[in-house]
């Protein structure tokens, strides 16, 4: 007896290891505590696991609601292959679905919270066949100001949100700053070899001054009866020593 028992139990320890056996049940993830502004929004949110595939014509989910004070528990909302929110009581129009199924979310919104919303919110999803396993509860509490804890935790975000976006800032500046230098450094590099290969000779002339040079050796001869201007006649030596002799020459002669 005591040898079946034992090879009874080697049986399904092999096949627990193997993965042939399967936990079946459904598993709920809520948030526990939570702190609402009284009149603002608020998201419970509520997540499942199932042993079974999903099938969102089949899963069933539930929310119901437990008062602080005695009293009976309260039906918040259904979904059963659509929403239905409660047409009657103290969540009528107050309540919005926000979750997914094929995402396995089973979150609500309620929508301005009272101080009578005070209390313990159960969410409930069936998966058949998995129909058994643990609920998930959060316990809300309706306050007139948002606890320092949730105020910190505001200011944290944004100033973090400020400081990213500052620092993203920085960075893009950065790297336009760098590009225009680098631009720059290449433009230099580009018009060094260009002035190098533009730069001439000292020493040679340059055209606008021949032309003056020439001109300044050249002469224009008016004849001022009509007052036209011949061609330029080019002095040199040799008719300078020309000209010298006849004008002598004709001094001599009006002597005599």
């Known amino acids: ?105 089973a979150s609500i919104i309620i929508q301005e919270v009272k101080f009578t919303y005070n209390g313990t919110y159960i969410c409930q999803v069936k998966n058949p066949p998995d129909v058994h396993g643990s609920v998930g509860e959060i316990r809300l509490r309706v306050v007139t100001t948002a606890s320092f804890s949730e105020i ?3 200011v944290l975000a944004i100033g973090g949100g400020i400081a990213t976006m500052v620092f993203l800032l920085v960075i893009i500046v950065s790297c336009r700053r760098c590009k225009k230098r680098r631009q720059r450094q290449q433009e230099g590099s580009e018009e060094a070899p260009r002035k190098k290969k533009e730069r001439k000779d000292p020493t040679v002339c340059h055209p606008a001054r021949a032309i003056h040079l020439y001109l300044s050796e050249t002469s224009l001869e008016i004849d001022s009866s009509a007052g036209m201007i011949s061609d330029a006649s080019t002095k040199s030596e040799s008719s300078s020593e020309e000209e010298g002799p006849s004008s002598d020459e004709e001094a001599a002669d009006d002597s005599d």
Not at 82 to 90: A, T
């Open 1 to 105: 007896m005591c040898v079946k028992g034992l090879y009874f139990l080697t049986v399904l320890s092999g096949l627990a290891a193997s993965g042939v056996l399967q936990v079946s049940g459904m598993r709920i993830y809520t948030s526990g505590d939570m702190e609402a502004v009284n009149g603002t929004d608020v998201r419970l949110k509520c997540t499942f696991q199932s042993s079974s595939a999903i099938n969102p014509n089949n899963i069933v989910i539930s929310w119901s609601f437990r008062p602080l004070k005695p009293g009976r528990e309260e039906t918040v909302f259904h979904y059963q292959q659509r929403p239905y929110p409660p047409l009657e009581g103290i969540f009528r129009k107050r309540i919005s679905w926000a979750g997914d199924i094929m995402g396995r979310d």
């Open 152 to 154: 910190l935790l505001l």
